[in-house]
T-cell receptor
Framework: DTGVSQNPRHKITKRGQNVTFRCDPI?????LYWYRQTLGQGPEFLTY????????KSRLLSDRFSAERPKGSFSTLEIQRTEQGDSAMYLC?????????????FGPGTRLTVT | AQKVTQAQTEISVVEKEDVTLDCVYE???????LFWYKQPPSGELVFLIR??????QNEISGRYSWNFQKSTSSFNFTITASQVVDSAVYFC????????????FGAGTILRVKS
């Protein structure tokens, strides 16, 4: 069994461009989370899915951000019209509904640099 | 609201010294879970321990030990006989049943172990 995977691992883009990240959770994990981590800070929650339903979105998720999980498996996070302030590590995590401890398994992250 | 505070931004020790990382949390939930994660320079979050709010037993795992005290809302982490490989950023995190499933992280403590 592989862990959570994220692609790409690094992305450099120019301000104003759109970017899309992909997360593949641990198979049979029905919950999937996105977090953002800026330099010197802990990860901050962005959004989470249970199967294909997006159940919660943080106020951090502006209109330029959209996340999908179309078939309840992988998820994508798109940022439109990127800004320098979007530069961060974007972390994906997954967990199982059967795990009452809420333990989340994290992927390696996608590091975004907006120039 | 939920909050995690890691007051120590950075700690430097010499190899073989013991070091304690502090974590104080706030939550209104009576059922919650506390976690410690390690983030080495590669960036991936590595799970270290989980503790639920009903289990105040301290835990030891090799050179690692954790002290959970509900009376002071603290969940401190001690590394005994530190090693250079322990150098990393350590995050304390909280998830409460009344606040959905999102993890709330502290800002992290950078641990530098010098040889």
């Amino acid at each position: 069994d592989t862990g959570v995977s994220q692609n790409p691992r690094h992305k450099i883009t120019k301000r104003g461009q759109n970017v899309t990240f992909r997360c593949d959770p641990i198979s049979e994990h029905n919950r999937l989370y996105w977090y953002r981590q800026t330099l010197g800070q802990g990860p901050e929650f962005l959004t989470y899915f249970q199967n294909e339903a997006q159940l919660e979105k943080s106020r951090l998720l502006s209109d330029r951000f959209s996340a999908e999980r179309p078939k309840g498996s992988f998820s994508t996070l798109e940022i439109q019209r990127t800004e320098q302030g979007d530069s961060a590590m974007y972390l994906c995590a997954s967990s199982s509904l059967r795990d009452s401890s809420y333990e989340q398994y994290f992927g390696p992250g996608t590091r975004l640099t907006v120039t | 609201a939920q909050k995690v505070t890691q007051a120590q931004t950075e700690i430097s020790v010499v190899e073989k010294e013991d070091v304690t990382l502090d974590c104080v949390y706030e939550t209104r939930d009576t059922t919650y879970y506390l976690f410690w994660y390690k983030q080495p320079p590669s960036g991936e979050l590595v799970f270290l321990i989980r503790r639920n709010s009903f289990d105040e037993q301290n835990e030891i795992s090799g050179r690692y030990s954790w002290n959970f005290q509900k009376s002071t809302s603290s969940f401190n982490f001690t590394i005994t006989a530190s090693q250079v490989v322990d150098s990393a950023v350590y995050f304390c995190a909280l998830v409460g049943r009344g606040y959905g499933n999102k993890l709330v992280f502290g800002a992290g403590t950078i641990l530098r172990v010098k040889s």
